[in-house]
């Protein structure tokens, strides 16, 4: 059974960090494109970040570009994302998903986790 667990969510202040980190089990990490969602209230998902098995390969939306780091640990079955300078515009549920395509459309991933909620307000 495929799980994914997320982690690290919160409340920050604008221009705070937070690190989210999601757990997976039951899939082969060394196969599976990892990538990270996140949903404002009123809004559609968006794509954030994907990061490639090979870990070589990372995607970042624009909206978060030079703010926000994938990365990935394989032995560990984790994958984090560093997000930096945090605005009003990040909040929302963060989510990370399972898939076999390096992209940030949400329809290719085939596994979800169950979301963490990211907070940025003064």
């Known amino acids: 059974q495929v799980q994914l667990v997320e982690s690290g969510g919160g409340s920050v202040q604008p221009g705070g960090s937070l690190r989210l980190s999601c757990v997976t089990s039951g899939l082969n990490l060394d196969y599976s494109v990892i990538g990270w969602f996140r949903q404002a209230p009123g809004k559609e998902r968006e794509g954030v970040s994907a990061?490639?098995?090979?870990?070589?390969?990372?995607i970042y939306a624009q909206s978060v570009k030079g703010r926000f780091t994938i990365s990935r640990d394989n032995a560990e079955n984790t994958v984090d994302l560093q997000m930096n300078n945090l605005n009003s515009e990040d909040t929302g549920v963060y989510y990370c998903?399972?898939?076999?395509?390096?992209?940030?459309?949400?329809?290719?991933?085939?596994?979800w986790g169950q979301g963490t909620q990211v907070t940025v307000s003064s």
């Open positions: 998903a399972a898939g076999g395509v390096h992209t940030l459309r949400g329809s290719r991933y085939d596994y």
């Open positions: 990061i490639s098995s090979s870990t070589r390969d990372v």
